[in-house]
């Protein structure tokens, strides 16, 4: 059975550099017609797609964060990892990790979330 | 502001049956599959509609999808007290090049 699971800090300073990683376990990043994303939720508010990689490396980001998100899966077939640049307050979020699937753009598993906050 | 406009909010009695709504342009729910989350507090949210009327594993079939031009119809019927949660509706949006949610819409079962 396909889990996912995020790791990284909890808490980050602004203007860092925050970085996030998830392991897949039960399958790989290279499964025909999946990719692979993040999603976050901040406190009180709704789900925002930040970003994905085919298993082609293909990647594909919300053009609202301005450039600041990098999705990779340079080091291994399991595991694929985000990369926020200059956080802010406003990045304060649970961030998920999920699988989906092509053409029909929907994610069927995902990770249990990681609550980051940035604060000094 | 959200690509996908839903409701904030929706409410009926337990055993009754509710309607969420998300509509979006043909850039987005015209052209692409819609999909729907629930979200619980806590935890991850969770596929229930996807392709626009299809039910994954374990989802009761009083959990359907409808889709008509740019809007899609999220249904439940015989409420009980375990839906109230947060639904969320999703799709693709060729013109920004990325995934899309809806603001999300809070099911209350009175």
């Known amino acids: 059975q396909l889990q996912l699971q995020e790791s990284g800090p909890g808490l980050v300073k602004p203007s860092e550099t925050l970085t996030l990683t998830c392991t897949v376990s039960?399958?790989?990043?290279?499964?025909?017609?999946?990719?692979w994303g993040w999603i976050r939720q901040p406190p009180g508010r709704g789900l925002e797609w930040l970003g994905a990689?085919?298993?082609?490396?293909?990647?594909y980001y919300n053009r609202f964060l301005n450039g600041r998100v990098t999705v990779s899966s340079e080091t291994s077939d399991t595991q694929f990892t985000l990369t926020m640049v200059s956080v802010t307050a406003a990045d304060t979020a649970i961030y998920y990790c999920a699988r989906l699937w092509s053409y029909s753009d929907y994610a069927d598993v995902w990770g249990q979330g990681t609550l980051v906050t940035v604060s000094t | 502001q959200s690509v996908l406009t839903q409701p904030p909010s929706v409410s009926a009695a337990p055993g009754h049956s509710v309607t969420i709504s998300c509509s979006g342009s043909?850039?987005?729910?015209?052209?692409?599959?819609i999909s729907w989350y629930q979200k619980l507090p806590g935890t991850a949210p969770k596929l229930i509609i996807f392709?626009?009327?299809k039910r994954p594993a374990g989802i009761p079939d009083r959990f359907s999808g409808s889709k008509s031009a740019t809007s899609a119809t999220l249904g439940i019927t015989g409420l009980q007290t375990g839906d109230e949660a947060d639904y969320y509706c999703g799709t693709w949006a060729v013109s920004l090049g990325h995934g899309v949610f809806g603001g999300g819409t809070k099911l209350t079962v009175l």
């Open positions: 039960g399958g790989f990043l290279s499964a025909s017609r999946n990719y």
């Open positions: 392709e626009d009327n």
């Open positions: 043909a850039s987005n729910i015209g052209s692409k599959f």
């Open positions: 990689i085919t298993n082609s490396g293909n990647t």
